[in-house]
């Protein structure tokens, strides 16, 4: 599984990510969870929904945007975060991402809410292979 760290002096009014992956799969998967445990503390949120996703992009950078801005949107008009994630991705051009959500509500129940992600920047932006798997940084607009 992999891991992410909160950058709290790369962006002082936005919310910066580093997240790791043992590999593009691993990756997306963190990145997304990551992106929930800003919204809510996943503990408290119950796993009454299930969503089905499928994006695709010219390369993996512009489909990492997506999907993250895809997770965005999703908080936004369902009104729901989703920590509990299964993804695929298919390599190539264009690149596939395909993936199963469960998460639930964040009003009316028991979530303990915590930022509201506006949207994903270009702010140094990047997400690239390195020796222990697959790496993004990400700035988040809240």
Do not use: N
């Amino acid at each position: 599984m992999g891991r992410y760290e909160v950058l709290e002096t790369v962006a002082i009014a936005d919310c910066a990510l580093e997240v790791e992956g043992s590999d593009v799969v691993d990756l997306f998967a963190t990145a997304a969870r990551a992106l929930a445990e800003l919204m809510v503390d996943p503990v408290t949120i119950a796993r009454t929904l299930e969503r089905q996703v499928t994006l695709e992009a010219p390369s993996v950078d512009l489909l990492f945007f997506d999907w993250l801005s895809e997770l965005i949107a999703l908080k936004d008009s369902d009104g729901a975060a989703f920590p509990d994630v299964e993804v695929e991705i298919e390599c190539g051009t264009p690149w596939r991402l395909r993936a199963r959500l469960v998460g639930g509500p964040l009003q009316g129940g028991p979530a303990a809410l915590r930022s509201d992600p506006k949207a994903v920047t270009f702010h140094l932006f990047r997400v690239e292979p390195w020796a222990g798997g697959w790496r993004a940084r990400v700035v988040i607009d809240t």
